[in-house]
């Protein structure tokens, strides 16, 4: 058997858990991932996947002030008068897809 080494990490408790079931769904053990994790590292030379931060991002209410907060609702206003609306689902979708939510 090939020796090895302690490696320590601090995650947070819910990404632990949520990565915990999908690991058992799959059979395979929390140690293995981060070996596989680490050998695609060597591997490929970096980070096995794409890290870049999201193209834009939608305002929140709070950095709004009332007059941008207002033309945002006139603007969605005239989006519905105009039929540009899209179903729940695909919004959903993109929201995930483009800002992880």
Known sequence: MARTSNIFARVEPEVKEQAEQVLEQLGIPMSSAVSMFLKQVVL???????MK???????????????????????????????????????????????GL
């Open 44 to 50: 490929q030379r970096g980070i096995p996947f794409e």
């Open 53 to 99: 931060l999201p193209k834009d991002t939608p305002p929140s209410y709070s950095s709004l002030t009332k007059e941008q907060f207002n033309a945002e609702i006139e603007k969605g206003m005239l989006d519905i008068e105009a039929g540009r609306t899209y179903p729940m689902k695909s919004v959903e979708e993109e929201m995930k897809r483009d800002y």
